[in-house]
Nanobody
Framework: QVQLVESGGGLVQAGGSLRLSCAAS????????MGWFRQAPGKEREFVAY????????YYKDSVKGRFTIARDNAKNTVILQMNSLNPEDSAVYYC???????????????WGQGTQVTVSS
């Protein structure tokens, strides 16, 4: 069982930056693929990025490549999403999630946080 708690969302102007954090409980954190997803009003939840447990390989949605960075600290059971050059299209509720294998499909992720709101003003 893994419990996830996100923090760091807020309101930022276009071109600005935010850093999201996800704190995980459990002693097997390093065994999980950790992902970030987002969901805007009226839209489906979409993949943003994931990072593997050991080795820290990463994968990003095309539209965030070069702007967002996912990283993890297995000793602290945390995963972060550094978001730079934000634009209004990035506005959404952001969720962190844990899965047993690498995937961009939300249905495969077993554990989810409650989400944190990111709003980018133009």
């Amino acid at each position: 069982q893994v419990q996830l708690v996100e923090s760091g969302g807020g309101l930022v102007q276009a071109g600005g930056s935010l850093r999201l954090s996800c704190a995980a409980s459990g002693r097997t954190f390093s065994s999980y693929i950790m992902g970030w997803f987002r969901q805007a009003p009226g839209k489906e939840r979409e993949f943003v990025a994931y990072i593997t447990g050991i080795g820290g390989s990463t994968y990003y949605k095309d539209s965030v490549k070069g702007r967002f960075t996912i990283a993890r600290d297995n000793a602290k059971n945390t995963v972060i999403l550094q978001m730079n050059s934000l634009n209004p299209e990035d506005s959404a509720v952001y969720y962190c999630a844990a899965a047993g294998r690498t995937t961009t499909q939300p249905l495969v992720y077993d554990y989810w946080g409650q989400g944190t709101q990111v709003t980018v003003s133009s």
